[in-house]
């Protein structure tokens, strides 16, 4: 158990539904990262938040959005899905920066029919 | 542009055997390097970090080594067991100020009793 929680663990939706996911980072860790894993893609990484504050951006999509609140954990919305979108969604905690170690959660399985 | 590559196809050896895997990257200058393992449907787990200063780190069986010059990371499981039988992912830190960090797609290691 890593100490990162994720919730849901599985999403099915519709094409062009919205829905948020949640990240519970480690106690005490600053930083959560979000990231997407499809077959055919790997781990691709989409934002990284430190202190409730945007840190880094990496390939997220218009359609998708993130935010950390004051207690740190962090929602990741996605909206107008697309089949493309099914993935598994990880999110990672670590103390401050990226050269701390990163800690996942369990994930959150997106199907979008 | 930054690209990481790792073997895709699966490495399979015979349970007592010594696992290299491989992790080369081009158009990069990474101040350190990552080694995650993945099981199906689960997060990475965090394994070793190496700076580039460094030269080679171990930790119990692992042993992972970092070249710059020849823009290569090896990654070495000794007495391999089933249990090690996983995904395993190496990741490079963010450069040049961008913080966004990259994983490779990741090598599948089966080990056979």
């Known amino acids: 158990d890593s100490g990162v929680t994720q919730t849901p663990k599985h999403l099915i939706t519709a094409t062009g539904q919205r829905v948020t996911l949640r990240c519970s980072p480690r106690?005490?860790?600053?930083?959560v990262y979000w990231y997407q894993q499809s077959l055919d893609q790997g781990l691709q990484f989409l934002i990284q938040?430190?202190?409730?504050?945007?840190?880094a951006k990496g390939n997220i999509l218009e359609r998708f959005s993130a935010q950390q609140f004051p207690d740190l954990h962090s929602e990741l919305n996605l909206s107008s899905l697309e089949l493309g979108d099914s993935a598994l969604y990880f999110c990672?905690?670590?103390?401050?920066?990226?050269?701390?170690?990163?800690?996942f959660g369990p994930g959150t399985r997106l199907t979008v029919l | 542009s930054q690209k990481i590559e790792q073997n895709s196809e699966a490495l399979n050896i015979q349970e007592g055997k010594t696992a290299t895997l491989t992790c080369n990257y081009t158009n990069y200058s990474p101040a350190y390097l990552q080694w995650y393992r993945q099981d199906p449907g689960r997060g990475p787990v965090f394994l070793l970090l190496i700076r580039e200063n460094e030269k080679e780190k171990r930790k119990e069986r692992l042993k992972v080594t970092f070249d710059t010059t020849l823009k290569q990371s090896l990654f070495h499981i000794t007495a391999s067991q089933p249990a090690d039988s996983a995904t395993y992912l190496c990741a490079l830190d963010p450069s040049g100020g961008s913080y966004i960090p990259t994983f490779g797609r990741g090598t599948s290691l089966i080990v056979h009793p």
């Open positions: 990672a905690s670590s103390q401050n920066s990226w050269a701390d170690t990163q800690y």
């Open positions: 106690s005490g860790d600053l930083s």
């Open positions: 938040y430190y202190n409730g504050e945007e840190r």
